[in-house]
């Protein structure tokens, strides 16, 4: 799968991306592009439109663009979260949301009404990238049980873009460190994702996840975070073409364990070179 993520967007996203898209609990910044190109590979394995592809990769990766406003405090915090905490914690959907189209339907009345005023803004946030982005964050912590949030929506009430950066952000945060934790290795990853299916996540999108988890282990590696380079690389770009990096025989081992521990029927296309 080739995605061609870095040539520049419509209606000024990349600027937005450059400027908010690295988050402050993000060491490189490589987690936005991981999740993007996770994204992608998912919706792809789905049957998504292939020319729809870009513009959810790109808006997938504002999805957390809302913890920008989100205290250190709580996100560098290497301790369980309070419950006030963890409420401020889940503001950052909303807060996503407002920053990306922070115009509601009341206000895109008004604007109806003064289009000799505000045409460069309705251009802007009419954008697609910018619509899609604004869904994702709202929606990407909703549970297909219901039990999520901001919104508590249930099964398909939640947009498919939505269900599938559930996924692909669960994935990047367990398999990577994080102030409170170490990367978990790749097969209990799986396995909790497995463990998950129609509970957190979409059955749908989590059979397609791991349909593709060969294709997922490569992206991993090839934006791989580097301790040595944070902060300055969260500002570098990778190339835009994803590369064939091969599978390690190790990475392989563990993708075929997780089938067996997890009784999983849908075969994982795992090779090694």
Known sequence: MIIESEQASPCGIRGQLERDGHHRDDDTGNHVLRVGRYAAVIAQRMGYPEHRLRILEQAARLHDIGK????????????????????????????????????????????????DVSQNLRRICSCPVRQLAAMIAQTHHEYWNGNGYPLKLKGEAIPLEGRIVAVADVFDALSSRRPYKQPFPLSKCLEILWQQRGIQFDPAVIDAFLGCSAEIARIRTQFMDNPDCAGRAAHKRQPARLRNTAVSSATAHELRQVCVVSGLALPLPVTCE
């Open 68 to 115: 920008s406003e989100i205290p250190d405090t709580i996100l560098f915090k290497p301790g369980r979260l309070t419950p006030d905490e963890y409420a401020l914690m889940q503001e950052h959907c909303a807060i996503g949301r407002r920053m990306i189209d922070p115009l509601s339907g009341n206000d895109w009345s008004l604007l109806r009404k003064h289009p």
